[in-house]
C-alpha cells in the first residue's frame, strides 16, 4: 500500500532559480555596460562631426545642439580626400588580392603535401608576424631604397616614393598569418574529393583552382574584411616608405585637417568617419560570408 501510494504521488515541478538564478541577470547588464563604455567615444566623435566647433567651444562637447553638415564638406576639401581615397584604392586592391591569392597557394602547398620542411616553410612565412614594423624600419628602408627600378614604377628610382613598394611590404606582413588560417581550414577539407579528383585525371592546378578555392571561399572572405580594413588604415609604413603627400594614402588626410595653433577636433571627427566609412560598407557587404568563416567547424566535434 506504502509503494502504490509512492508511486502514484503527483510529482513536483522542478523549481525554478537556484543559488545561481538570481545572478542571471548579472552577464547581460555588465556585457551591456561594457558595450557602452566601449561605444561612447565612438559616438561622440559621430555626433560631435555634425557640430560646429563655435558651439561646442561655448557649451562644451557633451551638450546638445549647433549642428551642421559643414564639417564633411569642410573636411573634404582640406583633407583633399579625393586624391588620397584613390591612393589607398592604388594600394589596398592589389596588396589584397595578392596576399590572399598567394596565402593560397602556400597554404595549399603546407596542407596537402608532406615533405621535411613542411611546418618550418609555414613558420618561416608567419615569421614576419612575429617581429615588431618599428625593429624593421632601417633595415627595409635602407633595402627600399638600394633597390633600383624604372622611372614608371617610381619616381625616385627605388622602391622608395613608390605604390609598388608599399604593396610589397604589405603583403610581407600579412601573408604569413593568412597562410596559417588557410592552411588550418585546408586540412579540414575531406582527403576523399582530392581522392577522387586523381582518379578523374585531375592535375594540381586544377584541384587547387577548381575544389580548394571555390570550398575555401567563406574564410577568404573573412580575411578579404580583415585585409582591407588592416592595409586600408595603415600608415607607419606609409610614412616611412612614401615622400610625397600626393602618395599618401587616406589616413595621412587627418593630418592636413589639424591647425597650426589649434585643432577643431569636429572636423577631424568629421574627417575620420568619411576615412571609416568605405571599411563599414565592405565589412557589412560580406559580413554574411565574414561570419560564417569564423563560425564554420564551431559546432565539429
Excluded at 108 to 116: D, G, L, P, Y
Amino acid at each position: 500500500m506504502t509503494d502504490l501510494a509512492v508511486k502514484t504521488r503527483p510529482q513536483r515541478a522542478p523549481r525554478e532559480g537556484g543559488p545561481s538564478s538570481g545572478r542571471r541577470w548579472l552577464l547581460p547588464v555588465m556585457l551591456t555596460l561594457i558595450s557602452l563604455i566601449w561605444l561612447f567615444p565612438l559616438l561622440l566623435a559621430l555626433v560631435n562631426s555634425f557640430r560646429d566647433y563655435a558651439y561646442t567651444a561655448k557649451n562644451g562637447y557633451i551638450s546638445w545642439g549647433g549642428f551642421t553638415l559643414d564639417n564633411y564638406t569642410n573636411a573634404w576639401a582640406a583633407g583633399d580626400f579625393g586624391l588620397h581615397f584613390m591612393n589607398s584604392v592604388i594600394i589596398t586592391v592589389p596588396a589584397v588580392i595578392l596576399t590572399l591569392f598567394l596565402s593560397c597557394c602556400v597554404a595549399f602547398v603546407v596542407a596537402r603535401f608532406s615533405f621535411k620542411f613542411n611546418l618550418a616553410l609555414l613558420g618561416f612565412f608567419l615569421a614576419a608576424n612575429l617581429l615588431p614594423p618599428q625593429a624593421l624600419l632601417i633595415p627595409v628602408y635602407r633595402m627600399f631604397r638600394a633597390i633600383e627600378v624604372p622611372l614608371w614604377v617610381s619616381d625616385s628610382g627605388t622602391l622608395l616614393n613608390s605604390f609598388v613598394g608599399l604593396i610589397l611590404v604589405n603583403m610581407a606582413f600579412q601573408i604569413g598569418f593568412c597562410a596559417f588560417v588557410l592552411s588550418n581550414y585546408m586540412k579540414a577539407l575531406p582527403r576523399e574529393l582530392y581522392e577522387s579528383a586523381v582518379i578523374d585525371g585531375a592535375s594540381v592546378t586544377r584541384q587547387f583552382f577548381q575544389i580548394t578555392l571555390p570550398l575555401c571561399r567563406p574564410a577568404i572572405a573573412a580575411l578579404a574584411v580583415l585585409q582591407v580594413t588592416w592595409i586600408y588604415n595603415e600608415f607607419f609604413w606609409a610614412t616611412v616608405l612614401l615622400q610625397q603627400g600626393d602618395k599618401f594614402p587616406v589616413t595621412s588626410s587627418i593630418n592636413n585637417l589639424r591647425g597650426q595653433f589649434f585643432t577643431d577636433n569636429n572636423l577631424v571627427a568629421a574627417g575620420s568617419v568619411i576615412i571609416a566609412v568605405p571599411t563599414l560598407v565592405i565589412f557589412f557587404v560580406l559580413q554574411r560570408h565574414f561570419v560564417a568563416g569564423l563560425t564554420l567547424g564551431a559546432t565539429k566535434g
